[in-house]
């Protein structure tokens, strides 16, 4: 980042369960895959690091590449490993800058963490679950509805049904997708509709197509 101050949208992302997990180690490396692959379509401010206790931060242009971002992470990663996300709108600045990456704060930061928190809270699903916090209670309210139908669509998905909506959401068509997983093009079409995968499609692309002056607002 360049800028001392600047509207921004932060993500803080922790591990589902980590605990449980046979291999934490592998599972982080899982991460940190699914999050470079991720920032092959949308290219954060600053990429994904991982921090203490099991979380992963993040910095965003906006809420569509944040909310394009975590749908890709949360379908790239594996069954077995669930994140749970919280996006905070606000403004960051830079308190320290370092080779590494900078040292941030802000209002951002303050919403993502209400988010997350939010987000782990009891009237949620106990796995995948998104919440957002900005500076507007009308789009906070909006975009939570719309997080909570896209995260159980996700979570149902199977494996097969996630590889393919990965494939898809890398930009391969449904035969290049079709050759990866060894099916027909029309298995793809037929899983892709039937799981709600092509939903997820849809709403991906009509958010990337906002004109970058009107994404945030």
């Not at 922790?14 to 470079?36: C, M, N, P, T």
């Not at 709403?203 to 607002?217: I, T, W």
């Given at each position: 980042?360049?800028?001392?101050?600047?509207?921004?949208?932060?993500?803080?992302?922790?591990?589902?369960?980590?605990?449980?997990?046979?291999?934490?180690?592998?599972?982080?490396?899982?991460?940190?895959?699914?999050?470079?692959?991720?920032?092959?379509?949308?290219?954060?401010?600053?990429?994904?690091?991982?921090?203490?206790?099991?979380?992963?931060?993040?910095v965003?242009?906006?809420?569509?590449?944040?909310?394009?971002?975590?749908?890709?992470?949360?379908?790239?990663?594996?069954?077995?490993?669930?994140?749970?996300?919280?996006?905070?709108?606000?403004?960051?600045?830079?308190?320290?800058?370092?080779?590494?990456?900078?040292?941030?704060?802000?209002?951002?930061w303050?919403r993502?963490?209400?988010?997350?928190?939010e987000?782990?809270?009891?009237?949620?699903?106990?796995?995948?679950?998104?919440?957002?916090?900005?500076?507007?209670?009308?789009?906070?309210?909006?975009?939570?509805?719309?997080?909570?139908?896209?995260?159980?669509?996700?979570?149902?998905?199977?494996?097969?049904?996630?590889?393919?909506?990965?494939?898809?959401?890398?930009?391969?068509?449904?035969?290049?997708?079709?050759?990866?997983?060894?099916?027909?093009?029309?298995?793809?079409?037929?899983?892709?509709?039937?799981?709600?995968?092509?939903?997820?499609?849809e709403?991906?692309?009509?958010?990337?197509?906002?004109?970058?002056?009107?994404?945030?607002?």
């Open positions: 980042m360049t800028e001392q101050n600047r509207p921004a949208v932060a993500l803080v992302a922790d591990i589902v369960g980590s605990r449980q997990l046979a291999d934490r180690a592998s599972a982080q490396q899982r991460i940190h895959e699914a999050f470079a692959r991720a920032e092959q379509a949308v290219r954060p401010l600053q990429g994904a690091w991982a921090t203490v206790g099991d979380e992963f931060q993040a965003y242009r906006t809420w569509q590449d944040a909310l394009r971002a975590t749908l890709r992470v949360a379908v790239f990663l594996p069954e077995n490993v669930v994140l749970r996300y919280g996006l905070g709108e606000g403004e960051l600045r830079v308190v320290e800058r370092r080779a590494e990456g900078d040292i941030l704060e802000g209002t951002a303050y993502a963490r209400e988010a997350v928190d987000a782990a809270g009891s009237h949620r699903p106990s796995g995948l679950a998104t919440a957002y916090v900005g500076p507007a209670p009308e789009l906070t309210a909006s975009l939570n509805a719309q997080l909570l139908l896209r995260d159980h669509v996700v979570g149902r998905l199977k494996a097969r049904e996630r590889r393919l909506l990965g494939h898809l959401l890398d930009g391969l068509t449904q035969t290049e997708a079709a050759q990866q997983e060894g099916v027909s093009q029309s298995a793809v079409s037929q899983a892709v509709h039937r799981s709600g995968g092509a939903h997820l499609l709403a991906d692309r009509l958010l990337g197509e906002v004109p970058r002056e009107e994404r945030g607002r």
